[in-house]
Nanobody
Framework: QVQLVESGGGLVQAGDSLRVSCATS????????MAWFRQAPGKEREFVAG????????FYGNSVRGRFTISADNANNTVYLQMNALKPEDTAVYYC????????????WGQGTQVTVSS
């Protein structure tokens, strides 16, 4: 059974850095593509960053490219999202997601962690 549990969110100021984590169980990174999404109040869910199966490719959304970094720690079965130079518009609930297929919709989602950036 796949489980994804996010942690590390919080309240920070603009320009600060924050790292959120996604602890996984039932996931082998060689078989699953992993991603981070976010959703702000009143807005649609937005793709933030993703890693292909077995690390085959790393992708970022346009609004975070150059500021955020996604990584996967095989030893700890954890996916991280390092967020630098945070802006108030980065405020959202951040969700971890996983899928078995190399393309298409994500099958598994975590409960989310709130990130709030004050100006």
């Amino acid at each position: 059974q796949v489980q994804l549990v996010e942690s590390g969110g919080g309240l920070v100021q603009a320009g600060d850095s924050l790292r959120v984590s996604c602890a996984t169980s039932g996931v082998t990174f060689g078989n699953y593509a992993m991603a981070w999404f976010r959703q702000a109040p009143g807005k649609e869910r937005e793709f933030v960053a993703g890693i292909g199966r077995g690390g085959a490719g790393i992708f970022y959304g346009n609004s975070v490219r150059g500021r955020f970094t996604i990584s996967a720690d095989n030893a700890n079965n954890t996916v991280y999202l390092q967020m630098n130079a945070l802006k108030p518009e980065d405020t959202a609930v951040y969700y971890c997601a996983a899928r078995l297929s190399s393309v298409g919709k994500y099958d598994y989602w975590g409960q989310g962690t709130q990130v709030t950036v004050s100006s």
